[in-house]
């Protein structure tokens, strides 16, 4: 018998892609990660705690990147909805560092619980406000006024 495969905590469908190979592939690396966050999770206390705190990291890390590469986009296209989706990548960034220091602090804290809500915000971003701004540009390249390869 072979070896059982595990299911990943996200799977990437193409009902998130945006279609902008840049941000597609941000989007997949950061499912990557929550994936990892979620598995460090899963391990003895111990094995958890550290491992939450290596994986949340590299998260936190990765979205700040992510999130600069969207926000440059939407700076040079001049995104009409630019200001309320830079809002919600800093309340993200806010609740998910507010987190972070409650475990740090020792506070009453499962990571599990921290994943499922990493999840949920993370595919309802991309499902909803990230896919708004990639319909726009869709727009934009279809007018010849953005280059989705340049992203």
């Not at 190979?21 to 899963?42: F, G, M, S, V, W």
Request: charged content about 30%.
């Amino acid at each position: 018998m072979g070896k059982k495969e595990k299911t990943a905590f996200i799977s990437w469908t193409d009902r998130y892609a945006l279609k902008v190979p840049l941000i597609d592939n941000q989007h997949k690396e950061l499912i990557k990660l929550t994936n990892a966050l979620y598995d460090t999770c899963r391990g003895g206390s111990e094995s958890a705690k550290d491992g939450f705190r290596k994986a949340a990291h590299a998260v936190v890390e990765y979205i700040k990147v992510h999130f600069s590469t969207e926000e440059q986009i939407m700076e040079r296209v001049d995104y009409p909805e630019a200001a309320a989706h830079k809002e919600k990548h800093k309340a993200f960034i806010r609740m998910f560092l507010d987190e972070v220091k409650a475990f740090e602090d020792g506070k009453s804290f499962v990571p599990n619980e921290f994943a499922n809500i990493l999840r949920e915000w993370t595919l309802t971003h991309i499902a909803i406000t990230d896919k708004q701004l990639g319909d726009h540009l869709l727009a934009m390249a279809k007018k010849g006024e953005f280059n989705l390869g340049l992203g």
